[in-house]
């Protein structure tokens, strides 16, 4: 719901913004300043995954990079999301220099942006990170056509933990009030308070003024997990929770009245709360000494009562071992849980594949991939009720419904039809369970499984209608040349 | 010669069968007006809204009325009028069949069948021929008759129950409201019965009539004095006319045979087909690769062969199992059980009240009330039959509202929720909860579907709270397990 919402204001800025021109936007004259900004250009090109053969038409945006230390720019992921090309753009125009993207995480919607020209940022003035509490003034930063800086102040108002653009993990987000004026470029922009980055501004709501903003904590974390590679990612617990408000629910879980703690509603198999040791129905009391209130609330002492989320994910790094105080049955005990992040591709349905393409197998005309909610999303922002509802399902439960496997969810998404396929061209969005007797873990199991056909003839089994099909397995060869050309195919298989 | 024989062989057979003259019709076609009562699912004690409707019926053998289904239902006082008959006469609903949406309805005064005549049944009318259509629609008081011809004759969703199916025939005569349950006539004999038309601006010119075999598998159904609702295979096949599948089930290239590609746990055939077999032919006739069989001179879907079935009927089944011939007999020991995605009538939802939280089982009219947002849901309502979740659920239980209540201040991310245990015990009907909370543990522990907490309720404190939530919300009752109730 709330990704939606956020795509939906995205869009709100970069075309209707206009109408704020007249307003007044800034207290103070624009200053001259040593510039700390580039423009970064961006075309990107996702692959499609209805037709995962092909990518989608190019588009290309202009945002603003905040320049760093040791020649680095910081934009938002999202900014960079399956760039074909990046380049870094002077502020008044006229120059401008390839550059790569030498981090990117889609989780914290962070990129860290180099370039090989070491002339083009040497007479910029780096950005340091800062802090922010709510209340205090932070200034925006456009950059006029000019080169001049146009900077926007307005206060912040919240600090709180939200989901981010890839509705996976929650983050810290400060949230300002400013009338942003209308200009050629789209997020990020930087979010400075004296002459300290104090966060990127990656979503303007511009009918409420407000600006949510990557913090400069989650930015902190970032960088630091940069600095030393390997990446390792913001961690997580591995666990669900409910409040304990509910007095009823406290006097049943032998809680004391008024006495904090969380509820553990779920534990994933395998993730760092299971390895700990930690169940269902445990009460967590506390957290690296933190004290966590009845919603599971900790005291932060910048942002004062803000959830673990932040505590646990951003404050901490990956593989740092936390103390956790637990009530287990009126039992108090202690339990040390190993933090770490979860990696994109340990999901059986992936949230999100960007800057990969899909992989998928056509046989015989029959297109077979692999099921992700990048796949889902190709219904746009509505496809929580447009995609087909099985696999909506499927992926909003898959904690609950791939207990015992498989690894990955293999799927007939169309029919192209040809000769090997008549009678099939109905067939859709079936989930196939297995082909020539052999369970699909993965499409990278279809080669071994397509060996074993039975009387040169393949069977392919579905987790519902229809059942089963089979296909021929000498026409479904000899028609591969036929496809490719007929369909404009470029390959007929991407298993990697 | 032989033209004057056909004459007389003609007219010898309108008066043996007893066409009934254009007069004769206008006499047998009554107004039917249905005070009714919808059943309220949003707050189930109450007793619902009273409205008022009117359609048409035409009169049959033994002094009895046919109309829709959709005409009478939920009625609470159902009325009858001729033309050129200023009385009002008090009718009742005798037999009721929302899966065919026909209704055969009593008049309690003899008087009014003086003067009528029992209207004959036809058969099927050839495409392109000529119908009448009477009835009592919109637009004016007395008796309406408009023409058209027979479009299409085709299986089609009668949307009174939403989810069945039957043969259907599609005309080009205007039917318009009021006109349901009217007869469909064709040289003097009903052909159908007007039921419904299309809905949306983009068909025009276009209604639908049930056509006789549906009326008269509805009249031997209730000559036993009971209404058996349709028999159903509850299976889904498959055509095969790849010829890598057939080379594969072990089919020759004749045309012939459907796979048979699921088979419900719950239906007259489990454990007597499995997916994968080969339907090759029902009751002898042939089935082909796409799944007709010709019937009567008309290719229709062979699922029509059980639809003309009736309770404890067999029907003969020749199958390919692993590519060896077989023969099997199904019989219909009972009509489909699990109606959620139907329609309900004359049913007062089934429903539990405890702590001020209402559960209710999952139904088409639950879901009519509310504005369920909610995944699952919506999953468990879509696919409860194709995913055979009855198994687990055979009722499905949602706590569908919550009277706020001190009790229940704290419960309100549990609304939408889907009921599977309490107190560690599997529900699987509203019978089973009911019986769970006449147990008396000190904590009533109900868990629902997926990840989030147990819902405690302690006894003590549901307890104090009954008569105080009774009276506050004026709740006369705090459950409804039965949901049959008496027909007007």
Redesign the interface.
Known sequence: MRGRLAALLFCGLLTSGIGHAQAPASLEPTVEKALSVVRVNVTNQAWDFGRPWGKRTPFTRRAIGAVLPRQRVLVTAELVANANFVEFESAGGGQKVPATVEFVDYECNLALLKTDDTEFLKDLLPLNIGEARIGDQLSVWQIENNGNLLVTHGPMTTAEVLRYPIDESPFLVYRLTAQLQFRDTSFPLPVVKGEKLVGLLQRYDNSANNADIIPAPVIEHFLKDAVQPPYEGFPRLGM?Y?NT?????R??AGMKPGNGGI?V??VLPGGPAAKAGLQKGDVVLKIAGETIDQDGNYNDPQYGRISLSHLVGTRHFHGTELKFDILRQSNPRQLTVTIANRPVESFVIEPYVIDRAPKFFILGGLVLQELSRQYLKEWGADW?KKAP??F??LD??Q??LFKDGPKKVVFLSRVLPSE?????EEVRSAVVKKVNGVVLQGIADLPKALAQAK?G???IEFD?????????AA?VTALEPMLATKYRLPTLQRLE | MIRPIGAVALLLALTLSGAAQPNEIRHSVARVTNTAQDANYRVPWLPGQVGSGSGTGWVISGDRLITNAHVVSNARFLTVEKENDPKKYIATVEHIAHDCDLALLKVQETAFFVGTKPLPLGGLPELESLVSVFGYPIGGERLSVTQGVVSRIDFRTYTHSTVDSHLSIQIDAAINPGNSGGPVMQDGKVVGVAFQGYSGDVAQNVGYMIPTPVIRHFLKDIEDGRYDRYMDLSIGFFNTLNPAMRKALGLTDDDRGVMVSNVQEAGVCAGLLHPGDVLLAIDGLEISSDGMVELEGERVLLSEVAERKYLDDVVKLSILREKQPMEVEVKFTRAWPFTLQAQQYEQQPRYVLFGGLLFQPLSRNLLGAYAFDNLRISYFYDHFISKELYREHPEVIILSAILPDPINTYLAEFREGIVEKINGKIILTLDDMVAAFAEKPEFYVIEFLGTGRPLVLERAAVEAARERINSRYAVPAEQNLDEKIPAA
């Open positions: 669900g409910a408000r509910d007095p009823q629910l006097r049943y509820y509603t779920e929580k509802e099985q909506v399902y909003a439960q904690n609950e090997a396929t008549i009678g099939y009387d003839v393949h069977k519902g209608e229809p059942g089963a099909i089979y296909l021929d026409q």
